[in-house]
């Protein structure tokens, strides 16, 4: 793992982000919330509304990913993949802090690079001074080529120079169902189970 520091101006308030594509699982409002809870967004006030939208995707190829940043502030974004439940999703970014008056904030946070199963990409859209137009990020991330009937594909955006959020620590999550159905002319990725279930 390689450490990326984040050292741009100190912004205030808290970052948020809206998920675009895939549709999430949640409704969200316009600036994405609820979405400070691990592991897939709500809040100690709101737990979500489930969109009740499963999308469809096909295993070993490259699901779209688009994400609008409604509230800036310096960081990167990670995306994973849990297959049977969404106990597989990994911990939030492991975070190095300062101390300040008003308690701690964060400074980096640990990139995998490469990425490690469940783990399908990190570091994503780096930035540390607030760009001048829409914040509008995406990418593309290939997906195993699994058999999957509700994976979820988590999507979450790490914050530096930012204080402790209860709950969410210096992260804000987003995730989508999907629906994989496998490549037959690829192999199959037993690693993350042949046939898969759902998350749940």
Known sequence: ?????????????????K???PASWLVASDRG???KAAPCGG?????????????????????HIRVLETVYHPGHYRVALAV????ELPPDPVTTTRETE???????????????????????FPHYTKPSGPMNWETDV????????????QI?????????????????????DLEITADPSKPHDTGWGATATKAN
């Not at 049977?84 to 106990?87: A, G, I, L, P």
């Not at 530096?160 to 987003?174: F, L, Q, R, W």
């Open 43 to 63: 809040d100690n006030k709101d737990k979500g509304t489930p969109s009740n939208i499963v999308g469809k995707a096909v295993g070993g190829q490259k699901v």
């Open 33 to 35: 919330d609820p979405q």
């Open 142 to 153: 290939e997906l195993p080529n699994i058999n999957c009937k509700k994976c979820t594909l």
């Open 156 to 176: 979450v955006q790490w914050m530096a120079e930012h204080g402790y959020n209860n709950p969410g620590g210096y992260t804000y999550h987003h995730c989508a």
């Open 84 to 87: 049977n439940s969404r106990d």
């Open 102 to 124: 008003k308690g701690p904030r964060s400074i980096w946070a640990v990139i995998q690079s490469p990425p490690q199963k469940p783990v399908l990409a990190d570091g994503l």
């Open 1 to 17: 793992a390689v450490c990326l520091m984040l050292l741009g101006a100190q912004a205030a308030g808290d970052a948020h982000f």
């Open 19 to 21: 998920l675009l594509e």
